[in-house]
């Protein structure tokens, strides 16, 4: 059975494992680990957003989406800016 999902490079141990938390929709189904060299290079670092597809429940391929990442990024940062904002004086 083949399958597509998003995958984030949740955080990269020791700088040479990359630990992927696999997402179906908005929740976390899964995590993975795998050698940070084998991501696409541009795909190297924490909170790069992929495209996977699983095949038999292996990783078969990553695409690098960074537009995505991008949006996500920016979503969190206007999250944090909301709750940084002070409230108003009662």
């Known amino acids: 059975m083949t399958e597509t999902d998003t995958a984030v490079v949740d955080r990269i141990v020791d700088g040479k494992t990359a630990v992927l938390l696999l997402e179906a929709g908005d929740t976390v189904v899964d995590e993975r680990t795998m050698a940070v060299e084998s991501l696409p290079e541009d795909g190297q670092h924490e909170g790069a957003v992929f495209d996977v597809v699983?095949?038999?429940?292996?990783?078969?391929?990553?695409?690098?989406?960074?537009?995505?990442?991008?949006?996500?990024?920016?979503?969190?940062?206007?999250?944090?800016?909301?709750?940084?904002?002070?409230l108003p004086d009662e």
């Open 54 to 86: 699983l095949e038999d429940d292996e990783l078969r391929e990553l695409t690098y989406r960074p537009s995505v990442e991008r949006e996500r990024r920016e979503s969190a940062q206007e999250r944090f800016d909301r709750l940084s904002e002070r």
